[in-house]
T-cell receptor, first 115, second 109 residues
């Protein structure tokens, strides 16, 4: 079956612009996670959804970052007024559900470069 | 605070055995995961341990000691395709994954 997909695979934007990153999880997975990863580091948790609701958004670095999952499937991570420090690979993962030791399946990531 | 420690980089020879260690201090424990990540690709699941002891899966094995806050990943009969980063992640009391920075494994012929 289809895995987790993310679009775009690469995004180059100018400082100050707005960007949207999309994640399409595995069908039937109710939990969806957003991470970002810098070179040589592990994934850094941003936010996760259980269904349509953001169950934990404690990892969002500031109010420029926002994510939605309106129908409990596809999710969009939105970054306003991008800064050069936002440059990273943004990973999305999904799991069967949350609140248990379920394997997370990762998408290929979106490489964001802010110039 | 929460902390996951693993070596930054290791080098091993094709056909040999390598052990990658991970130590952790987290708020709660609901298991430890190992993921493999090839350069430029997404992490993929290797193993999960929640009870003490060794879990074997083909050429890969993972060990856990909860009392010591310690795990290792053992890779046998190394192949060139095993060159990758290996990420240790602990699931905390809220079932969130806390990730280490990863160990870059370099395999030499």
């Amino acid at each position: 079956g289809a895995g987790v997909s993310q679009t775009p695979s690469n995004k180059v934007t100018e400082k100050g612009k707005y960007v949207e990153l999309r994640c399409d999880p595995i069908s039937g997975h109710t939990a969806l996670y957003w991470y970002r990863q810098s070179l040589g580091q592990g994934p850094e948790f941003l936010i996760y959804f259980q269904g349509t609701g953001a169950a934990d958004d404690s990892g969002l670095p500031n109010d420029r970052f926002f994510a939605v999952r309106p129908e409990g499937s596809v999710s969009t991570l939105k970054i306003q007024r991008t800064e050069r420090g936002d440059s990273a690979v943004y990973l999305c993962a999904s799991s069967l559900t949350a609140g248990g030791p379920y394997e997370q399946y990762f998408g290929p990531g979106t490489r964001l470069t802010v110039t | 605070g929460q902390n996951i420690d693993q070596p930054t980089e290791m080098t091993a020879t094709e056909g040999a055995i390598v052990q990658i260690n991970c130590t952790y201090q987290t708020s709660g424990f609901n298991g430890l995961f190992w993921y493999q990540q090839h350069a430029g690709e997404a992490p993929t699941f290797l193993s999960y341990n929640v009870l003490d002891g060794l879990e074997e899966k083909g050429r890969f094995s993972s060990f856990l000691s909860r009392s010591k806050g310690y795990s290792y990943l053992l890779l046998k009969e190394l192949q060139m395709k095993d060159s990758a980063s290996y990420l240790c992640a602990v699931m905390d009391s809220n079932y969130q994954l806390i990730w280490g920075a990863g160990t870059k494994l370099i395999i030499k012929p």
